[in-house]
């Protein structure tokens, strides 16, 4: 599949959040305003890229030379995690701004499965390593794209006069609904047109 | 009954009360019988790791202690992974990614942290069953609702001549698609929580 396929396909045609549910813990938690929804998006996209390469790399160069696969699930998500801490703690030595933006999302991302989603999906489709950090990325920007939408939403949802059991999640998760069947536009006969 | 088993049921249910361990939730949530056998796959899971949690709760040091639950929980979640893959291929094909998702599922670690990590060994396995089953509730509740509504039918598992799916006449023949499509369970999730919300209120006299 080419790259432009691959960054079709995660953003827009199997979205993680709104067609495979990966991802729905922030998606519901942190998109109260806009402004975090972006800090967290983008913290994603960062990580997700990154674990896509680390993963891959294991996978490949460890995991499957030792005929290890069966721990795949342990390496991964202990790569995931000590991954998110060291880029924590990167970031705040180098980019103190960037800190203060991403910093307290970072943690949260851990178990974020749509992180570990990715890394499971590269394997599986069989990418390369670029394809991989493709998939990393594309995966993120479609997660950034419906968070950032979803806040949107909730902020204005905040000035209307929703039933008392629907305020807050209940309403969040039927607008995500909406938002997915708005989403179904986007499928595969869409990359055949495009693309050929 | 004892309190840290019922609690989970209803009171602090993990998904609809918590909303914790959402993704596997809605993900397989689409037949009956995948969402019994990843209650099932949760249910050993949590068992597994709030007993290893609350006997090593004195060993491990506070300052690992999430990495070292995570390690807990990945080995208990690849022993789902292998027994499932061998005795239950179907379904292990079917749940797909969301086997190994299990690792991730922020249920599990809530309670292995918030509770196994401060509490006795009974009270942690009474704890995981009721969490556990409280899960598998709110699970097969969401995948009733959709593969009702959405096919007109409830897979279960085969037995003998039973092949395991009992169609629901008059719903059948024109089921209501949305419902089984992606955007349905974020719907059915949210009239569920709405639902329960309207219940806890109006037993407070709110509503």
Known sequence: MTYIGILI???????????????????IGVSRNTESAVGMGFAVIFVMAIASVVTWLIQHYVLIPLSLEYLQTIAFILVIASLVQLVEMTIQKVSPPLYKALGIFLPLITTNCAVMG???MNITSEYTLLESFTGGIA?????????????????????????????????????????????????RALLTNLLG | MNREFTKGIIDDN????????????????????????????????????????SLLK???????????YIVIIASFVTIVQMVMEAFAPDLYDNLGVFVPLIVVNCAILGRAEAFASKNTLKNSVLDALGMGIGFTLGLTL???????????????????AFDGVISIPGLIEAP??????????LLAIGFLKAFFNWKSQSKRGEA
């Open chain 1, 9 to 27: 396909t995660y953003i827009f045609i199997s979205n993680f959040i709104l067609t495979q549910f990966l991802g729905l813990c922030p998606f």
């Open chain 1, 118 to 120: 990715i890394a499971l």
């Open chain 1, 139 to 187: 995966a993120g920007i479609g997660f950034l794209l419906a968070i950032v939408l979803m806040a949107n939403i909730r902020e204005r949802l905040e000035m209307k006069p929703v039933p008392k059991p629907f305020r807050g999640v209940p309403a969040a998760f039927i607008s995500g609904g909406l938002m997915a069947l708005a989403f179904m536009a986007f499928d």
């Open chain 2, 14 to 53: 993990p998904i609809f009360v918590l909303l914790l361990g959402l993704c596997p939730a809605l993900g397989v949530s689409g037949l009956v019988v995948n969402a019994l056998g990843m209650g099932a796959g949760v249910i050993f899971v949590m068992l597994g790791s709030n007993i290893c949690v």
């Open chain 2, 58 to 68: 004195n060993f491990i040091p506070p300052k690992v202690r999430i990495p070292s």
């Open chain 2, 142 to 160: 969401i995948a009733l609702v959709r593969e009702i509504l959405g096919a007109g039918t409830i897979t279960l598992v085969s037995i003998g």
């Open chain 2, 176 to 185: 209501a698609r949305i419902f089984s499509l992606p955007a349905g369970a």
